[in-house]
């Protein structure tokens, strides 16, 4: 008997009905910090799938040193080591650049599903920056990790005070996928200090 590649719950991620994060990055390599984040959004929001989505090209970051496609999807294949994890180069099937646009293609064609966008609070701090954030703030919830020396400057950041009223306690984060948009929730839990950046920095010493 042959073992299947993915067990049976990774098969639909996008199945009718379900709680689904998105995790999207670089992925410049995939290390234990998106694993320790991942593990404490699935619990805190009670999500049914965690989808790593790996971006093929970060509009807001330099190609220099930007690992290969394949060689990125490879380290958060390897890294994804929870069952609710599931890795997805959907970006590159859709032949999206931006968020909003990944995310409109998925909520059409997944009208059933109930999508979290998670990031850490190092992008809530540019998430001004990005191509229709609004658009993006406007078309699901979004979950907020900690992150050593970002957290403080996130709640201050200009996307926090844009949401104002809308931001959810803590302790309502499980409800957070079934809130009316626009909503936003920091989550608590332990940081963690790996970064890609000084990972990349250490592979070139």
């Known amino acids: 008997m042959v073992t299947p590649t993915h067990p049976p719950y990774k098969t639909n991620a996008l199945a009718p009905g379900l709680r689904v994060g998105l995790f999207g990055g670089s992925f410049n390599p995939a290390h234990e910090g998106h694993l320790h984040v991942s593990r404490m959004a699935i619990q805190a929001l009670a999500l049914d799938r965690l989808l790593w989505m790996v971006s093929p090209q970060n509009p807001l970051k330099s190609t220099d040193e930007m690992a290969p496609f394949a060689q990125r999807f490879e380290s958060a294949q390897r890294m994804a080591k929870h069952p609710r994890i599931v890795v997805s180069d959907i970006e590159q099937k859709l032949g999206t650049r931006f968020t909003a646009d990944t995310l ?48 403080l400057q996130a709640r201050l950041s200009p996307a926090a005070k844009w949401y104002g009223d809308k931001q959810l306690n803590t302790l309502a984060a499980k409800n957070l996928a079934a809130t009316q948009t626009p909503a936003l929730v920091f989550l608590d839990g332990p940081e963690h200090p790996a970064s890609a950046t000084a990972i990349r920095a250490q592979t070139h010493a």
């Open 104 to 151: 409109q293609a998925l909520k059409t064609r997944n009208p059933q599903v109930q999508f979290v966008w998670l990031m850490g609070a190092d992008n809530l701090i540019q998430f001004t920056k990005w191509e229709n954030w609004q658009q993006i703030a406007r078309a699901v919830p979004v979950a907020v990790y900690p992150r050593p020396g970002y957290s």
